[in-house]
């Protein structure tokens, strides 16, 4: 009866708090997460989220393992196991391992045994399971029903906690969490650790590192289970981190996947994981994405200084170190010779990790290509505009075009909008591009000037934009047996003009080329032309189309369907939407140069969601800037999309259906849509009812 007496004051100091108005909910809970739009009272009473801190552990003599921790909300209030004195249940689980001496990675004291196709049987760590729970709300401690046995005093332990609040009775879902914490029995420092790789440099593309449902959260639980010890019984795969991780982002590039062997996990009630099409974005030789150098992580180095046949063979997995098949060394019985040929750095493309591992447009041997707008002139309308700029190498020095294999311009314009300008080039809709190579003059310090050939058409009014284009090939270490030919091109530079005497406006910013870097690391296109968005949506506007070159598609089914919509927003969308892109009329099939086909209805997107699963597009702020997702483009151009279920597709429609790609979907952007235009930001406004921040938050 207390209890109940506690709940009802509880909840009348929070109708009182509501009633006058609390906004705190809201500043605890950022757009993505859904907390932030449900009911003040709900949020306030529940205080959604869960966080565990491990406060001290302990083996006794006999092996028993003791844990003492606690279980709070965001806000440091205690919270019941049993979901009696506060909201939702929460689900704790344990893990308990050492480090060795002379070892570097985890042995677990809790395994379960899993028998398999391949491996008949083995031993696998597992989370503990039968032991006791005292204590609460708030603060418990736990003893492991799994002995310590044999555990050495003076050797890192870790305890590791993961674990999920369950709110859905409140509408709320499911909050997940976990933790870790080391400590040596016999009362030492800890200086042994396993801490290679931070979660800060995977969420710089994975957003939330989660797994299994989302209750293994960051590398530093995961790697106390993914150690030599877990092998998939039904693959025969180690699922040793270090090795798992590689293979992964290798992929469809793993010498044996190439043979024609998939790589595939079997996991949980025994589905398939194949990884054997996955492509990483930031191209698997920049080793330094994952084993960053600023995070902090103590073993960041260890990737240098400590290669071994493991590792190595994890992606060079042609490699036979029992035989020395395919390893220039020869037979390895042991990873004692490993850094001898492999030293940490040397020079690009040489036997060392990080030469070894040399992206070739990466390299400091480049002498490098830098393109510079200086100004337009007479670029009014029904004038020919002269463009002037600058092409130099890292050494400021010029570079004469005829050093380069390509060099073109690209006008565009206004910048209100781009898309159905007519600058009479029929095969280059809203925008028109010319070769400089020939016609351009430049001095020898690299000075340029270039007057286009076609005008900006009469009448125009407004601002347009002109951007370069340009790449060159150079050989490296020419006549050495490591001699690289690398084409690479300049970082596109884009400017803007007035064609009538009014003021300058750019063309408005969506994303932010950081954040597509974030991912890709050195974005680049169309032969490593094309590397600035703001030079993308040049091209590919509203009215743009792989109708050009689908005529001489490759594939024959290609031919036979229409040109495919290529509008920015439409593109970026749908490949990131992959296999999310539920209901579209056709697979998102792009024929590009030389007929190529190129689909991407299958492409999975790095982010992970709460539940830990892949492909997660909501968070919108991982590419968009400024929140400019909330910006619906009503009114601007509709753009063409001779494939979809609406052709053509007004702007904010076209923009949303790279992700919402069914009939039914279609069918709701037709129904909103009369002839005075869109009506979208009625309900998807920033502060509406099904706001675009509401509608894509996800914890």
Not at 33 to 56: C, M, R, T, W
Not at 347 to 369: E, I, K, N, Q, R
Not at 395 to 420: E, F, H, K, R
Request: net charge neutral.
């Amino acid at each position: 009866m207390k209890l109940r007496k506690l709940w009802i004051v509880a909840l009348a100091c929070l109708a009182v708090g509501v009633a006058a108005g609390d906004p705190t909910h809201r500043q605890r809970f950022y757009n993505p997460h859904q907390k932030a739009y449900f009911l003040p009272d709900s949020v306030e009473f529940v205080n959604p989220g869960l966080v565990f801190a491990i406060q001290s552990a302990s083996i006794g003599s006999d092996g028993t393992i003791t844990v003492n921790f606690t279980m709070a909300d965001p806000t440091g209030l205690p919270l019941d196991k049993a979901g009696v004195q506060t909201p939702g249940t929460v689900n704790v689980s344990f893990l308990a391992a050492a480090i060795p001496h002379g070892q570097e990675q985890y042995v677990s004291y809790v395994t379960r045994a899993a028998t398999g196709t391949v491996v008949p049987t083995t031993n696998q760590p597992s989370s503990d399971s039968g032991g006791t729970t005292t204590g609460g709300p708030g603060s418990y401690t736990y003893v492991f029903h799994t002995k310590a046995a044999g555990f050495d005093p003076t050797a890192t332990q870790t305890i590791g906690i993961y674990g999920s609040r369950n709110l859905t009775s409140y509408n709320l879902g499911t909050d997940y969490a976990s933790t870790t914490y080391s400590f040596v029995p016999n009362g030492s420092k800890v200086t042994t650790t396993r801490d290679v790789i931070r979660d800060a440099s995977c969420n710089r593309c994975h957003d939330q590192l989660s797994f299994h449902g989302g209750s293994r959260r960051g590398i530093a639980i995961c790697v106390m289970c993914h150690q030599p010890q877990l092998i998939d019984p039904n693959s025969g795969n180690l699922l040793d981190f270090k090795v798992m991780i590689h293979k992964i982002h290798d992929g469809s590039s793993l010498p044996s996947v190439v043979a024609g062997k998939p790589y595939q996990i079997i996991g949980f009630q025994n589905s398939v994981n194949d990884f054997s099409k996955v492509v990483d974005p930031a191209n698997v030789q920049r080793c330094q994405v994952c084993h960053d150098q600023t995070t902090g992580a103590a073993q960041a180095k260890n990737y240098l200084t400590q290669p071994t046949r493991a590792t190595c063979g994890s992606c060079h997995d042609d490699v036979n170190f029992t035989t020395g098949a395919n390893h220039p060394a020869g037979a390895q019985p042991n990873d004692t010779m490993c850094s001898t040929c492999h030293q940490p750095v040397g020079t690009d493309f040489d036997p060392s990790v990080f030469g070894a591992h040399v992206v070739g447009t990466d390299s400091s041997l480049l002498s490098g290509l830098k393109v510079a707008i200086t100004s337009v002139t007479g670029g009014t309308a029904g004038n020919k505009p002269t463009l002037n700029f600058t092409v130099t190498n890292n050494a400021g020095n010029g570079v004469p075009l005829s050093a380069l294999g390509s060099i073109s311009a690209t006008m565009a314009g206004p910048t209100s909008d781009y898309g159905y300008t007519n600058f009479g080039v029929a095969s280059t809709p809203g925008y028109v591009t010319e070769s400089m190579a020939t016609a351009a003059t430049c001095s020898a310090a690299g000075a340029c000037s270039y007057t286009f050939t076609h005008p900006v058409p009469a009448g125009s009014t407004g601002t347009y934009a002109i951007g370069i284009e340009a790449r060159r090939t150079e050989t490296l270490l020419s006549g050495q047996p490591n001699q690289q030919s690398v084409e690479y091109g300049a970082l596109n530079p884009v400017t803007y003009f007035s064609v009538d005497g009014s003021t300058v406006a750019p063309r408005r910013l969506v994303v932010a080329l950081t954040n597509c870097n974030q991912c890709h690391v050195q974005l680049s296109l169309h032969g490593t032309l094309r590397n600035n968005t703001l030079y993308c949506v040049m091209c590919h506007n509203p009215s743009q189309t792989d109708a050009s070159v689908r005529s001489s598609a490759t594939v024959a089914a290609d031919k036979a369907l229409p040109a495919q919509g290529i509008n920015f927003n439409l593109l970026v969308h749908r490949i990131h939407s992959g296999p999310n892109a539920v209901g579209a009329k056709n697979p998102y099939v792009v024929v590009g140069f030389g007929g190529s086909h190129n689909d991407f209805s299958q492409t999975l997107y790095a982010p992970f969601g709460p539940t830990g699963d892949a492909g997660d597009t909501r968070n919108c702020s991982l590419c968009h800037t400024a929140n400019s997702e909330q910006n619906l483009p009503v009114g601007l151009n509709p753009a063409v999309d001779p494939q979809g279920w609406i052709n053509p597709n007004q702007a904010t429609a076209s923009a949303c259906s790279g992700c919402h790609a069914s009939e039914s979907e279609s069918s709701h952007f037709l129904a909103n849509t009369t002839t005075l235009g869109e009506s979208c930001t009625t309900c998807h406004s920033t502060g509406a009812a099904y706001a675009v921040s509401q509608v894509h938050a996800q914890y």
